[in-house]
C-alpha cells in the first residue's frame, strides 16, 4: 500500500523565488494537511484541506497558499522565499476532517538560500 | 504559553531501563490526544493515541489526565531501536490542526 508521497524530497531555492511542494494522500483518505518544521521544534500547522476545502489555515503570512486537487492530492505554494522558510515540510493525511489519526509523509526539505 | 509543553532531554538510558515523558496542554477543549516517534531527519510516526482510560501497546503505555491537562508515556524495557524524538501532539480548537509539543530525546545506550 502507497502511504504519503511528497515530491520533490530536497530543494534548494534563492530568496524571492517561487516554489510548489506537491503531496499524494494515502489512498481513500480525503484531507491532507501542511506542517512546517524547523529544526529543534515541533512541527507547525500551515493549512488543512478537507474535501477540496480549506478548513483551518495556521498563523503563517499569505506568501503561503495550498489547494487540493479532485482526485485529494495537494499542492503548497510558497511566494517571495525568505531564509527562514527554509525547513521540513511535512504533508499529513487523514481519513475524516478532524481529531483523527494522521500519517506524514517523508517531507520536502527546502533550502532557501 | 506554548499550547504543547515537553521537556525536550535528552534522556539518556540504558537498555533495559524504564523511561517516563510528561507532557502539559494548554487548550481545556482538547479531545484528541497522541504520540508521535520521530527519527532523525525523518517523518514522524504515529506512536499511539492516548485515551483518557489510560492505554498500552507492548512495552508502552499512554495515559491521560484531563483534569490536569498533562499527558504522559511510559516505555518499559527499553531498545536501542527505542532511540529517537517523542513527540506529544494535541488537537487543536477547531478541531483540524495538530499542535505539537517540541519533542523529548530518547538516546538509549548499550
Known amino acids: 500500500d502507497a502511504g504519503v508521497t511528497q515530491s520533490p524530497t530536497h530543494l534548494i531555492k534563492t530568496r524571492g523565488q517561487h516554489v510548489t511542494l506537491r503531496c499524494s494522500p494515502i489512498?481513500?483518505?480525503?484531507?491532507v494537511s501542511w506542517y512546517q518544521q524547523v529544526l529543534g521544534q515541533g512541527p507547525q500547522f500551515i493549512f488543512q484541506?478537507?474535501?477540496?476545502?480549506?478548513?483551518g489555515r495556521g498563523n503563517f503570512p499569505d506568501r503561503f497558499s495550498a489547494r487540493q486537487f479532485p482526485n485529494y492530492s495537494s499542492e503548497l505554494n510558497v511566494n517571495a522565499l525568505l531564509l527562514g522558510d527554509s525547513a521540513l515540510y511535512l504533508c499529513?493525511?487523514?481519513?475524516?476532517?478532524?481529531?483523527?489519526?494522521?500519517?506524514f509523509g517523508q517531507g520536502t526539505r527546502l533550502t532557501v538560500v | 504559553r506554548k499550547e504543547v509543553e515537553q521537556d525536550p532531554g535528552p534522556f539518556n538510558v540504558p537498555e533495559g531501563a524504564t523511561v517516563a515523558f510528561n507532557c502539559t496542554y494548554s487548550?481545556?477543549?482538547?479531545?484528541?490526544f497522541f504520540w508521535y516517534r520521530q527519527d532523525c531527519r525523518k517523518e514522524p510516526k504515529l506512536l499511539m493515541s492516548?485515551?483518557?482510560s489510560g492505554n498500552e501497546d507492548g512495552r508502552f503505555t499512554a495515559q491521560l489526565n484531563r483534569a490536569s491537562q498533562y499527558i504522559s508515556l511510559l516505555i518499559r524495557d527499553s531498545k536501542l531501536s527505542d532511540s529517537a524524538t517523542y513527540l506529544c501532539?494535541?488537537?487543536?480548537?477547531?478541531?483540524?490542526?495538530?499542535?505539537f509539543g517540541k519533542g523529548t530525546s530518547l538516546l538509549v545506550t548499550p
Open positions: 499529513a493525511s487523514s481519513s475524516g476532517g478532524g481529531n483523527t489519526e494522521a500519517f
Open positions: 489512498s481513500g483518505h480525503k484531507s
Open positions: 484541506y478537507y474535501e477540496k476545502e480549506e478548513r
Open positions: 487548550n481545556s477543549a482538547s479531545q484528541s
Open positions: 492516548v485515551y483518557s
Open positions: 501532539v494535541v488537537n487543536a480548537d477547531s478541531g483540524y490542526a495538530l499542535n
